[in-house]
């Protein structure tokens, strides 16, 4: 068979079209490079929590219990409400079903009550982490505590050496599940599940070691504090208006 | 309202972590450090009267060795993962030690000691009996068959060292889960530098008492008559040990109150309600003054022998009960109570789930059946007594 | 001399002991060659850990979309909202997670939000929300009547 000039030209052109359509197509769609924008050497995470801003909404519980296909009856956040009552030892605590729903109406105004969100400290210097007999849980180098689902043994030993109650034994995997600050959000440049549906803006997602973050301001300009400060675990998670009845 | 929880607790709290199998596994390997204890104690400490019981300690001591890392198996979310304690240990944590000093304990100082004790009876019996137990035996003897006076005199001074060595490694094996609890300071329980020697004493107490029970079951079975002078030091030597765990255990009571931290008010409500029983019945009563009242009145006063082994048996059963209480309080204890001071939960043992009451109960039982085969391979009591 | 003889002997009758040192070491042996060929891949390489358990954490697909995406689409909502008091609560705090509807908005048709409920979550009188915080008894309130009767969710202010 004959192969003419135009031929040549008409297959020629035909391939030319597609290859630039299958390159363009590779860069929109193609997989970014293992060294994507993201560098964790420029990040330190850490979060604000306003107390007095919390309205007990259990947007948050709910948010993350979607983001993260948290277990029912298990809670990577929750929010407790307190009620003090002047000459009494121990205020009353409650936080029904972590505050997934919300909380019932409190009617009693005779005494000082308030919210409280409470999630993993994300500790710089974690007992959890240093407990673990494998490395299965670590604090990685932008400071989120994160647990190593297909490392983890199971043996809980870090669910009791956290003081503050953020851990617990996914029942489907069978590891130790918690508070990952939305690591899967969070270095995509978006913010964490919790804090994005708070409406209030009780809580922030800080980052420590960016100069523009609004956390250093902050910081200089109000009174902030962690749980548990005589543990020393360097929790990275502030409350401002802490109240000293919180445990 | 959560069932089982009064007042608050943290929501993932609810939900106790370490079972009735956590609680076994100290306790299975506190017999073991306690019944090595006693078998050093003639070996070492030349405590002459207690050899009757020698071989009997080392072979508890194994058979409920062989048993301990099985309700940790049990217990694990992932026990096909367990190699990675041994491929990538985390040097900070007390727990990534279990398999390094398991494995020392095992063969380092148990096996090896018991090769060297039995050495002469396995060549005799690979030389004297025929078919499966001439292979087995043959295989025990690891190649060599010199049972020479001078080889049996060496094998003497190592034993000894290996001994020696091995009393350190009982402390660490045990001690250690003692750290495991002690070191944990968001657990006010357990948080007490105290915390890996009062399981160690409490070990050494169980050890003791388990080896005495032994003892006194085996030879009435064989219809033997029981070495009293070796039931008397066993019980004196009990009775001391068990003085000094029961200080110990006072010591931190009396402290605990006397500082009365935050926790205070929380760990004793928790002592007078959920714990009462275990603690204050069992664990106090029962299972330590009762026994140490039997063991203090045999220093003080001589009885008839048939009062004494009556005595006797009853402090080592009640003392054996008490000791597995005192697991169950720190373990569970330390899991009833909200760390944030304000409830209290449950604690409900399942039936036949992984770590269930049925799986602990088959547990327990599985050193027993060990302990009659390895008696059966390596008869404690030499027919004719090899000098 | 002396020192031949006496290892002689102490070969002759303490031979026997380098059979267990030899089983030992044989096992101590093949746990290392295990250990090599099983040990994860460039473990420690940034702590104690595997260096892919990061990559594994944030692979998990992302389910809230966000403010942004959803604007894209629904822009005059978004314009409604940004102008009211609900500038500062999350199109998803009502809505629920919108990613998969983002990627697919045929195939993932989102219900809309049960509003009486959805209402009272932020807005019933408790005596612990911030007191300037607006809040209302709404049996009081509204007497049942639903809130979108009067208040457009977007834009709730009257």
Known sequence: ???????????????????????????????????????MADHWWGMLIDVDKCIGCGNCVRACSN??????????????????EEGKATPIVESPNGAIDGFKPLKRSDVKSFFVPKLCNHCADSPCVQVCPVGATFVSPDGVV???????????????????????????????????????????????????????GARQLVDFKDPKDPVHEFLRHNKVQVLKPYMATQAKVYYKDLDGSVR | MIPGVDGFMYPNEVELQWSLLIVLYPYITGLVAGAFILASLERVFKVEAVRPTYRLALLTALAFLLVAPLPLQLHLGHPERSLEMYLTPHKSSAMAMFGFVYLWYLTVVLLLEIWLEYRADIVRKAQTTTGFQRILYKALTLGSENISPAARIIDDKVGYTVTVIGIPSAFLLHGYVGFIFGSIKANPWWSTPLMPIVFLFSAMVSGIAAVLMLYTVSMKLKKQ?????????????????FVIDFTLEMLDLIHRTYEADESFRS???????????????LQIFLGTLVPLALLAANQLWKFQEAARKAMYVTACSLTLIGIFAMRWNVVIGGQLFSKSFLGYTTYKVDLVTREGLLPAIGLMLLPFVIFFVLIKILPPWPEREAT | ME????????????????????????GLGVFLLIRSAVIPKAFGQYGHYRPAALDLVRSRP?????????????????????????????????????????????????????????CRRCHEKD?????????????????????????????PHL
């Open chain 1, 1 to 39: 068979m004959e192969i003419t000039r135009r031929d040549l030209f008409s297959v020629g052109g035909k391939l030319l079209v597609l290859a630039s359509v299958g390159a363009t197509l590779e860069q929109i769609t193609g997989a970014a490079p293992a060294s994507d924008a993201y560098k």
């Open chain 1, 67 to 84: 983001e993260n296909s948290v277990p029912q009856g298990y809670f990577r956040t929750w929010v407790e409400r307190y009620q003090v």
């Open chain 1, 146 to 200: 994160l647990v190593d689902k297909e490392y983890c043994l199971g043996c809980r030993y870090c669910v009791q050496a956290c003081p503050y109650g953020c851990r617990y034994l996914h029942p489907e995997t069978d590891t130790v599940d918690k508070c990952t600050l939305c690591y899967h959000r969070i270095t995509k440049g978006l913010t964490t599940a919790c804090c994005e549906n708070c409406p209030t």
């Open chain 2, 225 to 241: 008559p029981i070495d009293m002078r070796c039931l008397d030091t066993i019980a004196k030597y009990l009775f001391y040990t």
């Open chain 2, 267 to 281: 760990l004793d409500f928790m002592v007078h309600t959920r714990l009462w029983a275990s603690q204050v019945i």
């Open chain 3, 3 to 26: 020192g031949g003889k006496l290892l002689r002997r102490w070969l002759q009758d303490g031979g026997h002991l380098i059979r267990p040192a030899v089983v030992l070491l044989a």
């Open chain 3, 62 to 118: 992302i389910s809230y979309a966000g403010h942004e995406t959803c604007v894209l689409c629904h822009e005059d909502q978004g314009k409604v909202h940004d102008a009211g008091k609900h500038a500062t609560v999350a199109c998803e705090a009502c809505h629920g997670p919108l990613a998969k509807h983002a990627d697919d908005p045929s195939a993932n048709v989102p219900k809309l939000p049960d509003v009486a409920n959805l």
């Open chain 3, 127 to 155: 005596a612990a929300k911030p007191q300037g915080f607006p809040q209302v008894v709404t049996a009081e309130h509204s007497g049942g009547v639903p809130c979108d009767s009067c208040h457009q969710p977007h834009n």
